[in-house]
Nanobody, 124 residues
Framework: QVQLVESGGGLVQAGGSLRLSCVAS????????MGWFRRAPGKEREFVAA????????VYADSVKGRFTVSRDNAKNTEYLQMNSLNAEDTAVYYC?????????????????WGQGTQVTVSS
């Protein structure tokens, strides 16, 4: 069982930056690929970024490529999402997710554990 807790969301002006964190419970964090997803008001949940257990493989949605960076610190059981050049279309609730022995999938169905989400609001 893994529990995930996100933090770092908030209100930011367009063009600004935020860094989200996701802390995982348990001692086997490095057995999980980790992902970030988001759900904007009135829209379906969508993939944002993912990272494999070692951090050597990362995957990004086209909409965030070049602006967002996913990383992890296995010693701290923490995944990060650095978000730069934010715009109003990035406004959403952001969720982290864990996939046991995964390979950084873009599909939400691959992920067994989910956090409660953190709100990111970008004002234009």
């Amino acid at each position: 069982q893994v529990q995930l807790v996100e933090s770092g969301g908030g209100l930011v002006q367009a063009g600004g930056s935020l860094r989200l964190s996701c802390v995982a419970s348990g001692r086997t964090f490095n057995s999980y690929a980790m992902g970030w997803f988001r759900r904007a008001p009135g829209k379906e949940r969508e993939f944002v970024a993912a990272i494999n257990w070692s951090g050597q493989r990362t995957v990004y949605a086209d909409s965030v490529k070049g602006r967002f960076t996913v990383s992890r610190d296995n010693a701290k059981n923490t995944e990060y999402l650095q978000m730069n050049s934010l715009n109003a279309e990035d406004t959403a609730v952001y969720y982290c997710a864990a996939d046991y022995l995964g390979s950084a999938s873009t599909s939400p169905r691959a992920y067994e554990y989910w956090g409660q989400g953190t709100q990111v609001t970008v004002s234009s």
